[in-house]
C-alpha cells in the first residue's frame, strides 16, 4: 500500500482531490503511523482514532456528493494541547487542567474543521507552553525523533516531534517566544509564527497575552503556507485580531531572490553561537547569494537584552493569566475534606497551647484551597514563572522591572524598524546549538532560557518569523535557519524559506525508522 505518510500536505491533498484514495484510508494510515511511532517519541497527549475515522468519512460522503470541499479536506493535522477543541481535554500539558474539556472550539480549530481538515489527536507541550525543551510537562518526555536521547525542543515539541517523525503532515502550535521555530529547528521541519494578529487567539489558553501567537508545523515552506492561509483572518472574538486580508499564502511562493535584501546580524554570530550551527547557517546565506540575494550587515544593537526583558515581560503576563486557576472555578482541586481535617487539627493543637494569636492568623479554608490546589495543580517551572512575575509586578518594583522591560522592548522593536528601512528580511540562527541531552538542562533555569535568544526579539517586536532547515551537525542533527520578516510581510518569509528548500533538501530528510529500534529508554 502506498506509504501516505511520505507525503507532504500539499501532495496529500492533491491525491485527494484527483480520487486517488480516500480520506478514510489516509486518515488510517495515518493512525497506524502514530501507534507505531509514538510509543517511542511520545508526542501526543491524546489521539482520536474514532473522531478522526468519523471526520475523515464525513469528508468522504460530502466529496461523493459532489459537494465543495475546503483546502485541507481529509488531510490529517494535530493541535497543541493548549488549543481548545470542544468536548475534548485541553490540558496544556498541565495537572491543573488534566480533566478540563472544553465548551468550545478555538478559532483555529474551527477553521481546520471547515476546510476540512482532519483532526487527529493533541500534541504534548511544556506545561502551559512555558519551556524550551518539553521537558516541564506534567505527563510525559516527547523525544527528538533525530536522536530519543535529546528534547525535541519546546514548548511545541509535540507538535514538532510528530511531523518530524512523519506521523502527521500538519500540526498547529505557539510561538510566545520561540515555540514554533525552536522545536521545528531542532527536529529538521518548517514552522512560522505569524505577526502578532495575524491568527486569532480565541480558545488559546493564555501563557503571555501581548506575545502569544499560533502558526503552522510542517514539512516545507509550501505546507506551512497551506496551512496559514486557513488558520489566519480576522476575529471579532480576540480583540487583537487584525482586521486585514488573507493573501493567497500558497500561491505567492514563486517569486525571484534576485535583488532581495538579506540582513545579518555581526553579534549573532558570535558568543555562544555553536560552530557547526554557525557553519550551516553561513552556508545558507551564500546560497541565497548565490541565488542573487545581497547580504547587508545591520544592526541590532538591543538584541543582547531581549532576553531579560522578555523573562520580565512573559512572567509578568503568566502571573496574571494564571491568576484564573484557583481550585474554585475550574481546574485541579485540591481535597478538600483533607484540607479541612488538617485545618481543625492546627486549629485544635493552637488552642490547646493557648496561642491565640496564632489562631487569629490562620488562613482561612478559602485560603488553603486557594493555596494547596495551586500548589498542588501547577509544576515547579510554572511556579517558578508565577513568582518571578508577580515580583517584577509588586508595588516597588514595578518601575524598575516591568517598566523598564517595556521601554527596552520599544528599544527593540525601533532596531527591527532601523533594519526592515535597510533590508527586507533578516537571517540568522534559531537556535544557539543543536537539540541538547533530555535532562541536560533541567536543574540549570537560566540555560534553558539563554537558549531562547535569538527567538524572542520577534515576539516582542510582533513580526513574523520562520525556522526551515538548513543542515545537520556532525552528530546527524538538525539545524535551523531563522527568517524574520516586517510585519505582516509573511509572504516575504515563505518566498525567502520556498527558494531555499527549492535549491536544497535539508527539509525532505527524515529520520530514518530507527525510532522503534531502541528499547533500553528511560521515562
Ligand atoms: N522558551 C520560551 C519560554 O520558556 C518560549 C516559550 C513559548 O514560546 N511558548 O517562555
Known sequence: MESFWELTARELSDKLRRGECSAVEVARACLDRIAAEDATVRAFLSVEPDWALSQAEEVDRRRRAGESLGPLAGVPVAVKDNLCVQGRVTSCASRMLAHFRSPYDATVVDRLLKAGAIIVGKTNLDEFAMGGSTETSAFQFTRNPWDVERIPGGSSGGAAACVAARMVPLSVGSDTGGSIRQPAALCGISGLKPTYGRVSRFGLVAFASSLDQIGPLAQSAEDCALLLEVLAGHDPRDATSLDRPVPRYASELEGAIKG??????????????????????????????????????????????????????????????????????????????????????????????????????????????????????????????????????????????????????????????????????????????????????TSDPLAMYLFDLYTVGANLAGLPAMAIPCGFSREGLPIGLHLQAPALEEVRLLRAAHALQRNTDWHRRRPGSHIAARSELRG
Open 260 to 441: 532581495l535584501r538579506i540582513g545579518w546580524v555581526p553579534e549573532h554570530f558570535t558568543e555562544g553561537l555553536d560552530g557547526e550551527v554557525g557553519e550551516a547557517v553561513r552556508e545558507a546565506l551564500r546560497i541565497y547569494e548565490d541565488l542573487g540575494a545581497e547580504l547587508v550587515e545591520v544592526a541590532s544593537p538591543h538584541a543582547r537584552y531581549a532576553v531579560a526583558a522578555y523573562y520580565i515581560i512573559a512572567p509578568s503576563e503568566a502571573s496574571s493569566n494564571l491568576a484564573r486557576y484557583d481550585g474554585v472555578h475550574y481546574g485541579y482541586r485540591t481535597d478538600e475534606k483533607a484540607m479541612l481535617a488538617d485545618l481543625e487539627e492546627e486549629r485544635r493543637l493552637l488552642r490547646e497551647s493557648g496561642d491565640e494569636a496564632a489562631l487569629e492568623e490562620i488562613d482561612s479554608a478559602l485560603v488553603r484551597l486557594y493555596r494547596r490546589s495551586r500548589a498542588g495543580g501547577f509544576g515547579a517551572e510554572v511556579k517558578r514563572r508565577i513568582m518571578l512575575g508577580t515580583y517584577a509586578l509588586s508595588a516597588g518594583y514595578y518601575d524598575a522591572y516591568y517598566l523598564k522591560a517595556l521601554k527596552v522592548r520599544r528599544l527593540i522593536r525601533q532596531d527591527y524598524d532601523r533594519a526592515f528601512s535597510q533590508v527586507d528580511v533578516i537571517a540568522g540562527p534559531v537556535t544557539p546549538s543543536p537539540a541538547f541531552r533530555l535532562g541536560e538542562k
